[in-house]
């Protein structure tokens, strides 16, 4: 099911930039919450992140961003802070269950969607975590024009 005119819109939003080999995935979640700790700053709940490339050889590149509670973050050169993030014009399909093989299924769904309709992708995709302690699924999010 892919979901039209969705939007990403948040206030004060960090990230960092990685470079890894997919299954170094988890290592990096827990880098980037230790450097949120380490600068002490406040996770409000949203957290996402973005594949900035076509994985070759297994090796990604992303960026994972949190929502925090400060408004000010001094200028870092691990992190990068944005007190607005706003993407729009997006499509929206969500997945839970078998990860690997469902986000593939997903990326498919939406880029047949964006063919289908005679749309261009305008942003990487972006994979929000979201759920609770019973349920968590994920939602693929991408800028289409």
Sequence with gaps: MIVENDSIELKNV??????LHYSQFPEVMKDFYQLLHDKKLTPTGTLFYTLN????D???????FATVKESYVPQDTDLFFRSYFTVT???MTYYFG???KLTELAY?????FVEENDFELASPFFHFFKGDQNFQYIELKVGVR
Excluded: F, H, T
């Excluded at 498919?108 to 047949?112: K, V």
């Design 14 to 19: 960090v990230s960092r930039k990685y470079g």
């Design 53 to 56: 490339n076509i994985p070759i």
């Design 58 to 64: 297994e090796q990604m590149a992303v960026e994972v």
């Design 89 to 91: 014009d997006m499509i």
């Design 98 to 100: 078998d990860v690997e």
């Design 108 to 112: 498919a769904e939406l880029i047949r």
